[in-house]
């Protein structure tokens, strides 16, 4: 991905490849992800993916005998399960992180109302921010998941302090959870690769104004004022 | 949306800017971490019944829509030292003592020079899951207790494995069943280092801990000491759907 020498946004930034094809002319570039999230995302990503490749390793006997090497593939998903949401947390703390926390203020703002955006025939209706609610309900849906997976996990890692029933059912919720995470994690990859634009955002920071007024115009009139008050 | 105000909710709504702004997503992050609590609480409960379900279905280990389902019919495997020990075939030694009236040291070969048995039967966990129809083969305990005759005194018989840490025991009566195998194939080969190679307990009636892998020694002693998981709180007598606070189906 290279961008056309010399075309640069009103920022002073590379307009990306995706935004030159955009049949607008005067398409510009908004910033939806900084540095901070793009790290943490993609950081956050791989973690997650070696998780389910392991995971699926240990899980499934066909794999198992197939890879072998059980213990190296335990102590790897163990240790990129207990690294999993470290990454976040690291990202919200500091002064970094003024992107990732005021968006996690977004992702878990859910209003009553966009309940109606999961029907599609009420959708129109609605005024998306910078997320929309099925954005909302994922990351919101997986990062408890995560924590839920950590923290049976941990007691299948570590089975001796814990008594029998408490083995048993972290046994039964790691299975249903890694299984409900799995689907959540492919969805979502799923409709990246729908949404090129959208996938390439996350790599390059910015999308176009145009695609932010269609999917997130109350996001791009917000920015917009904030610009205002700015100048 | 009607009344007064249908005129108002029927203009564009802005979803971030909401006049009474209600955080539901931290109520549904904590309602999911509240479903995994609430899921570990009656796990157990819910694995029986998940369990009897799956176990109408799986009729073959590993195949079929039941097999797809979390938490069924797949082997977990449980060390409770931290490596999977590895001992080769050649330098594998079982060693049979304690009350009996010729001590021995056996290698797989003699093992695998007595009279086999076959068996076909369901792996249980006390944890949950259930393998069905594992085919297991290898000598009857009571064969290898009657070829190196029992003493008087005996009543238990006491099994560790060369992982340096595991430890089961069988009474006497237990260990004598037409059930309880000492196996070197599983799942139709070899038993694996995974599984418990290359030689291994199957106390078929009895959850998964009673079936000692990579077995080193067999003793014969007056009373059995209870074994590594049993000191943690399992049930010595430890029989499917009998034991453990579960109402597993037993193995027939």
Same mark, same amino acid.
């Given at each position: 991905m290279t961008s056309r020498a010399g075309s640069v946004d009103r920022m002073g930034e590379p307009i990306s490849q995706l935004t030159e094809r955009d049949p607008s002319p005067m398409a510009e570039s908004l910033r939806r992800f900084d540095a901070t999230e793009r790290v943490l995302h993609w950081v956050t990503a791989i973690d997650v993916l070696t998780l389910i490749v392991t995971g699926a390793i240990l899980y499934f006997p066909s794999f198992s005998v197939r890879v072998g090497r059980r213990l190296l593939i335990e102590n790897i998903h163990t240790l990129t399960g207990i690294f999993a949401l470290v990454p976040l947390v690291v990202a919200m703390w500091g002064r970094w992180g003024a992107m990732v926390r005021s968006?996690?203020?977004?992702? !878990? !703002?859910?209003?009553?109302?966009?309940?109606?955006?999961?029907?599609? !025939?009420?959708?129109?209706?609605?005024?998306?921010?910078?997320? %929309?609610?099925?954005?909302?309900? %994922?990351?919101?849906f997986s990062t408890a998941g995560l924590v839920v997976l950590l923290a !049976?996990?941990?007691?299948?890692? #570590?089975? %001796?302090? #814990?008594?029998?029933?408490i083995r048993q059912g972290a046994t039964f919720v790691h299975d249903w959870f890694a299984f409900a995470v799995g689907l959540l994690v492919f969805g979502h990859i799923g409709f990246? #690769? #729908?949404?090129p634009r959208s996938l390439w955002s996350m790599l390059s920071g910015r999308i176009d104004r145009h695609w932010a007024e269609m999917h997130a115009p109350a996001w791009v009139r917000e920015l917009d004022r904030n610009e205002a008050k700015v100048e | 949306m009607t009344g007064k105000n249908g005129e108002v909710n029927e203009s564009v709504e802005h979803a971030e800017?909401?006049?009474?702004?209600?955080?539901?997503g931290r109520r549904l992050f904590l309602s999911v971490i509240g479903l995994g609590v609430v899921g570990v609480a009656l796990g157990p409960g819910l694995s029986n019944i998940e369990s009897k379900f799956l176990n109408i279905f799986s009729k073959k280990p590993g195949t079929g829509l039941a097999s797809l389902l979390p938490g069924a019919s797949q082997f977990r495997i449980y060390s409770v030292t931290n490596t999977i020990p590895i001992v080769a075939n050649d330098a594998y030694r079982l060693r049979v003592g304690g009350l009996v009236r010729v001590p021995r040291t056996l290698t797989l070969a003699d093992l695998m020079n007595m009279p086999a048995t076959s068996l076909v039967k369901d792996f249980q966990c006390v944890t949950g899951w259930r393998v069905p129809n594992v085919h297991w083969k290898g000598v009857m305990l009571r064969d290898l207790l009657d /070829?190196?005759?029992?003493?008087?005194? /005996?009543?238990a018989v006491e099994f560790a494995s060369f992982d340096g840490e595991y430890t089961e025991s069988l009474t006497l009566a237990e260990a004598r069943r037409a059930d309880v195998i000492i196996a070197y194939e599983m799942l139709g080969a070899p038993v694996t280092p995974e599984h418990g190679g290359p030689v291994r307990l199957y106390v078929a009636p009895m959850y998964g801990y009673k079936s000692a892998k990579w077995l080193k020694s067999i003793t014969l002693v007056r009373a059995g000491v209870p074994g590594f998981w049993e000191r943690n709180g399992y049930d010595v007598e430890g029989w499917i759907g009998r034991s453990n606070g579960r109402t597993d189906q037993p193995v027939d």
């Open positions: 968006d996690v203020v977004r992702l !878990t !703002t859910l209003d009553q109302r966009e309940w109606r955006w999961f029907d599609r !025939t009420r959708r129109m209706k609605l005024e998306l921010g910078k997320f %929309n609610p099925g954005q909302k309900l %994922n990351a919101i !049976t996990g941990l007691v299948l890692r #570590f089975p %001796n302090p #814990f008594p029998l029933p990246a #690769f #729908f949404h | 800017t909401p006049s009474e702004p209600k955080r539901i /070829a190196v005759g029992v003493e008087p005194g /005996a009543k």
